[in-house]
Every structure is written in structure tokens, then in C-alpha cells.
């Protein structure tokens, strides 16, 4: 494949969980080839990842729509600042 052709995109599904079946699920560090995790409450240090579209700035994630959440996991204290140390420093977050 080359650079300019795209990939098939993989297919998920959307449902409601309990708590219950939440806090007994095995939470994965999203990292690829990382197989660390836990189960119930994040461990410290571990980093949620949730990726969305939007227009705009969401300043009430409950508000974005599950059809525009295209990720939603965590990532491993260690995976966290690798990606931490490959994002650009930015200024201090302002709202208008």
C-alpha cells in the first residue's frame, strides 16, 4: 500500500455498560504492542485518551455526540509521556 492510499476503516460498536461490567473490564493501554492494564478505577499516572470530532471546542465532553468519539481509552504512565513528549508545548488554555 502506498502513502496515498487509505486503509478500511475497523468497524466498532456502541453500547450502554453498567457500572458493574465496567469496573470488572480489563482496561488496555491503547499503545500499539503494549499489554498493560487494570481493572476497576485507573491506576496513578495512568492517562485517559479520548479522541473526538468537533467544529469547535467542546467544553462539556457528556456533550459530544458517541457518533464523533473516534477513541476512547487509556494509555500506560509510561506511553503517556512518550506522547506527552511528542506534542508541541502550547500557552496557557484560555476560554473568550
Known sequence: MNRYERRKAKGF???KVTIAELEAARA???WDGCQSGFTGAAPPGWTWLLTY???RPVSDFSSI??????RDAVLCPHHARALEGQLK?????TTS
Open 13 to 15: 460498536e456502541l453500547r
Open 28 to 30: 488496555l493501554c491503547a
Open 53 to 55: 470530532r468537533a467544529k
Open 65 to 70: 455526540p458517541a457518533t464523533e468519539v473516534t
Open 89 to 93: 508545548k502550547l500557552g496557557a488554555l
